[in-house]
C-alpha cells in the first residue's frame, strides 16, 4: 500500500513539475521580448487548460497530503483567474443589451474546414440565420474576398444573402477605389461607410490584411478596424512528415513558427502605431491568431479595452471548432464603449465560431 502510494506520488509530483514548468513560461509570455522568447507564445495559448490540469493536481495533492504542492497549485489557480477573470454571466444588463441605444457587432472568419461545392449553400443560410438571430449593425468577416470589377463590388455569391437582410454589401459597401480584401466590414447603419483596404508594412507578403473604415452612429464618426493577422503556415511541414522525413519536418515546423511568430509581432507594433493615432472612438474586430494571454493581444491592446474579457469571455473559446483551443477573434474598443453582452455562437461551418458583442458608448468618456 505504502509502495502504491508512492509510486502514484511520483507520478503526480512529475506532473505537477511539467505543469509548473509550462505554466510559468506561458503566464510571463506576454512580458518578455518575443525576439528571444518567441517560443513560449504556445504554452501561453494553453494557460487555462494548464491551469485547469493545475486544478486537478491540487485535488490529487490535497488526497496525498503533499502539503507544499497544494500550496503552489493554489497559486497557479489563483493567477490563471487574476489574468482570466471569473466566469461571469455573459450578459451584464439584459435590458441595456436590447435596447435601441447599443452597437452589435460581429466577428466571422470564414474558413472552412474541408471546401467543397456544398459549402456555397450552407454559408449563405448561415449568415442569413446569424444576421436574423444576432441582428448585428457591423458584420466583420475575415478569409472572405471582396474587390472593385467594373465600377461595382464584387462579392462571392454567398454573401448576397447580406445584401437581402439590409447591409450595405453591393454595389456600394464604401470601399475606396481600386481596393481588394479578404477583410471585408458589412453594414446596415443609415449613412455613408468609407472602407480602405491596408496592407501593413509587415504583410507585403501575405493576403491577410487589415480594413480601415469610417462611418457615422448615431450621430457620432467612428472607427472600425477589421483585422486578420498572420497565423502559423504548416503546409510544408506536415509534406515533410507524410513521406516519413521527420527530422525534417520537425525542423522545418520550429523555424516556420518562430518566422510567423516574429512576422506577426512586427504586424502587431504597426498596427499599436495606428491605434494611437485615432482620435475618434475606435473598435478593433477579428482574428488576431493570439490568445488573450500571449505577448501580441497584450501590445496591440495598449490602452484599448477587452470587451468579450469584462464578462467572462476569457473562459470561451472560439477557434478550433472541432477542439475549441483558445478565443484568437477579438472586439477591442477605446474606453469610449462599454460592453453589455457576448455570445459565442455554435455554428460550424468554419474553424471559427462567430463572436458577437453588444457595446453601448459611454457619455462619460
Do not use: C
Not at 172 to 199: M, N, W, Y
Amino acid at each position: 500500500m505504502a509502495v502504491g502510494r508512492t509510486v502514484i506520488g511520483g507520478f503526480v509530483t512529475l506532473a505537477s513539475m511539467l505543469v509548473l514548468a509550462l505554466f510559468s513560461i506561458g503566464f510571463a509570455s506576454a512580458y518578455l521580448p518575443p525576439a528571444w522568447f518567441w517560443w513560449t507564445g504556445l504554452p501561453a495559448s494553453l494557460l487555462p487548460f494548464l491551469a485547469g490540469a493545475s486544478a486537478v493536481l491540487l485535488l490529487l495533492h490535497a488526497l496525498l497530503r503533499y502539503g507544499r504542492w497544494v500550496a503552489v497549485h493554489a497559486v497557479i489557480v489563483v493567477l490563471f483567474i487574476s489574468r482570466a477573470g471569473w466566469p461571469t454571466h455573459m450578459q451584464a444588463d439584459a435590458e441595456a443589451a436590447s435596447s435601441a441605444d447599443t452597437l452589435t457587432v460581429m466577428s466571422f472568419n470564414y474558413t472552412p474546414q474541408e471546401r467543397s461545392p456544398e459549402h456555397a449553400p450552407v454559408l449563405r443560410n448561415t449568415l442569413g440565420d446569424l444576421a436574423s438571430t444576432y441582428t448585428p449593425d457591423l458584420i466583420a468577416m475575415q478569409s472572405i474576398r471582396v474587390f472593385q470589377r467594373r465600377g461595382g463590388v464584387a462579392l462571392i455569391n454567398e454573401l448576397d444573402t447580406l445584401a437581402t437582410v439590409g447591409y450595405q454589401a453591393k454595389p456600394d459597401a464604401g470601399f475606396a477605389p481600386r481596393f481588394d480584401t479578404r477583410v471585408p466590414l458589412f453594414s446596415r447603419l443609415q449613412g455613408p461607410v468609407q472602407q480602405e483596404p491596408i496592407v501593413l508594412e509587415a504583410q507585403q507578403d501575405t493576403d491577410r490584411h487589415i480594413t480601415r473604415a469610417e462611418l457615422s452612429w448615431r450621430g457620432r464618426d467612428i472607427v472600425v478596424y477589421n483585422v486578420h493577422l498572420r497565423s502559423f503556415e504548416r503546409g510544408y511541414a506536415l509534406e515533410l512528415f507524410e513521406t516519413g522525413r521527420y527530422r525534417d519536418a520537425l525542423r522545418e515546423l520550429v523555424a516556420v513558427y518562430r518566422r510567423d511568430v516574429l512576422r506577426r509581432v512586427k504586424e502587431v507594433r504597426e498596427l499599436r502605431r495606428r491605434l494611437e493615432r485615432e482620435t475618434k472612438p475606435t473598435l478593433l474586430i477579428g482574428d488576431l491568431n493570439a490568445s488573450p494571454f500571449n505577448w501580441e493581444y497584450r501590445h496591440v491592446r495598449g490602452a484599448l479595452r477587452d470587451a468579450p474579457a469584462h464578462l467572462g469571455g476569457n473562459w470561451r473559446f472560439t477557434w478550433h471548432t472541432r477542439m475549441p483551443l483558445a478565443r484568437i477573434d477579438h472586439v477591442l474598443t477605446s474606453t469610449h464603449w462599454e460592453a453589455l453582452s457576448m455570445h459565442v455562437d455554435a455554428t460550424t461551418i468554419s474553424d471559427h465560431f462567430p463572436l458577437v458583442v453588444t457595446l453601448r458608448f459611454r457619455e462619460d468618456a
